[in-house]
């Protein structure tokens, strides 16, 4: 092996042991999670080409308000696309490592709170249960004349745009681009934020606000940041430690060393 690569894996494993030092001994631990964290269960991250049909497009063009009051068809066509794929996926050894993270500090009398800007579920699914869906979720629905929300939908839907009982479009229950997140989670997370002594963001570009700018609210309430990513990224000099890897293999190593649980 080159000296480099021997000095690299060697940061490397100094930096996994001051992380999971710092988990170990943190009070409250916010962990914010993007696409990537999902990207081991087979769901393609906003940065991957998107496949087929949806090539022609980006996400930005299509998650908005505009794009499906232009073309409500085509937008609820590409939500229930991501729908069904979602329900045919399933968790990874990276949310069940954040879920047993989450049991283990609260029965330790730690904080632990999950932050999300997936909209797949799975973190759910995987036994989290302090989550804070920052981007709403692919599963619920709503009506866009009366604001009624579904969750018992046909799979796939039967007809695009779909119609709810009360005769008005259903929409996806997201925060689109230009969208304000919900008030409830807003108001989760700046409190989370406030009260936090470590922030640890995993598998995320660190490109959309108001989530990506977390970290330097996190960093006003002086918690400590880490940063877990596949890459760097524009807000990596932002963080006081970070891991590069996949959040399947490194997530459940420092739930490990840090909490002594194993998947
Ligand atoms: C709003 C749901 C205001 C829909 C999504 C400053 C302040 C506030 C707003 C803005 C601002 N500047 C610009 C804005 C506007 C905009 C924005 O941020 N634009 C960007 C493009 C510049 N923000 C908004 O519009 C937000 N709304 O601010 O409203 C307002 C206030 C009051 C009243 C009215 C309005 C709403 C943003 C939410 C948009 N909805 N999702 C849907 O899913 O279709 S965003 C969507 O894209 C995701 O939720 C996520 O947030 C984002 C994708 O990012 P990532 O999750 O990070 O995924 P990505 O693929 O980019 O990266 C994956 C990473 O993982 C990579 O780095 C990769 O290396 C790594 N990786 C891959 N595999 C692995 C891995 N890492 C570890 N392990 C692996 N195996």
Redesign the pocket.
Known sequence: MQPLLIHAGVAMAAAMHEVADLLANAKHVVVMT???VS??SGIP???DALEGLWSTYS??QL?TPEAFARDPELVSRWYDERRMAVLKCKPNPGHYALAKMESSMSAAGREFTLLT???DGLHVRAGSERVVEL??SLTTWRCTETGRTYRDLPEPFDEYPPVSEDGGLLRPG????????PATAMRAATMALRECDLYVAV?????????AGFVHEAARSGAKTVE????D?PLTQDFGVTLRG???DLLPELAQESCGVSL
């Open positions: 993007g696409a990537g990207a081991e991250t906003f940065r996400p930005q998650a800007q997936n909209v981007h709403g997201v925060v689109w681009f230009g969208e304000a997140l598998g995320t570009s660190g490109v959309v606000y108001p989530a877990v990513n596949l890459e990224t996949k959040s399947g």
